[in-house]
């Protein structure tokens, strides 16, 4: 299994060093692991984290509530996506849900975003939520580049799905598809192609049913899989072998 979203510089590890949590989630077949950014303060955290890890890989961006009333560096973004343990720009996009900042902002650094991708050649991470029109109208405007990534613990409806789908981008399925009333996502997590699916754990936020409660841990990796694989009547190793093949085709700067 890959873990193709986690914040392993954010864990909520207590008295357990990070070490240890990456032993525990390798003892049970996770075998690489996306560390995400979400801003440029913080950025060098997860660089710092694929450094010290053969099995780690980073991304570098500025999630959407974490922007101010300017726009992110984009030479900066552009300086920290050359380190070798870059293999992806993100997370960006919107999310309008919890939005205490300009949606202008939001919209300009998406756009910046996959400017950049382009630019660098490197997959986009997306978070969208509460926010599916301006979502998609963007990433069509970005359609003829040829770059594309994943959005990433997606919530939305089977449409968005379709339509980001049809434009190439790859839809990464977390914990959230294992709660009670996530019919919709199970719905979405059956009808994703089988050459366009991730899983993540999104860790420490949304642990999996049976862990929901505790912080997120990529050793719980396994339960998302479990419920993918069983919603797409799957055995959970052909999936695990799907999507790390997945991985390693939208990410090739990984070293897996």
Same mark, same amino acid.
């Given at each position: 299994?890959?873990?193709?979203?986690?914040?392993?510089? !954010? %864990?909520e590890l207590g008295e357990v060093s990070l070490s240890d949590a990456l032993d525990q989630a390798r003892s049970v077949g996770v075998k690489h692991f996306l560390c995400i950014g979400v801003n440029l303060e913080s950025a060098l955290d997860p660089i710092s984290v694929a450094e010290q890890h053969s099995d780690i890989s980073a991304s570098v961006g500025v999630h959407p509530l974490y922007h101010t009333d300017q726009l992110p560096d984009p030479d900066r973004i552009r300086t920290l996506a050359d380190h070798p343990k870059v293999v992806a720009l993100g997370e960006t996009g %919107?999310?309008?849900f919890k939005q205490d900042n300009d949606p202008s902002i939001q919209q300009a650094a998406f756009e910046m975003h996959l400017q950049l991708s382009a630019e660098l050649a490197l997959p986009t991470i997306v978070h969208t939520r509460g926010a599916v029109d301006d979502t998609l109208s963007i990433l069509r405007n970005h359609s003829n580049t040829g770059q594309?990534?994943?959005l990433h613990c997606f919530t939305e409806s089977?449409?968005?799905a379709q339509a980001a789908l049809d434009m190439g981008w790859y839809i990464s399925i977390s914990g959230i598809v294992t709660f009670r009333n996530a019919d919709a %996502? !199970?719905?979405?997590a059956r009808r994703v192609p089988d050459d !366009?699916? %991730?899983?993540?754990?999104d860790s420490p936020w949304l642990a999996p049913v049976p862990y929901r409660g505790k912080s997120n841990q990529p050793k719980y990796l396994p339960a998302v899989l479990e419920c993918v694989a069983q919603q797409r009547q799957t055995s959970a190793d052909s999936l695990a072998t799907l999507t790390s093949g997945?991985?390693?085709r939208l990410f090739p700067k990984a070293e897996i």
């Open positions: 299994m890959i873990d193709s979203h986690c914040h392993l510089d !954010r %864990l %919107l999310d309008y594309v990534g994943v089977w449409d968005m %996502l !199970r719905d979405v !366009r699916l %991730l899983i993540e754990t997945n991985f390693a």
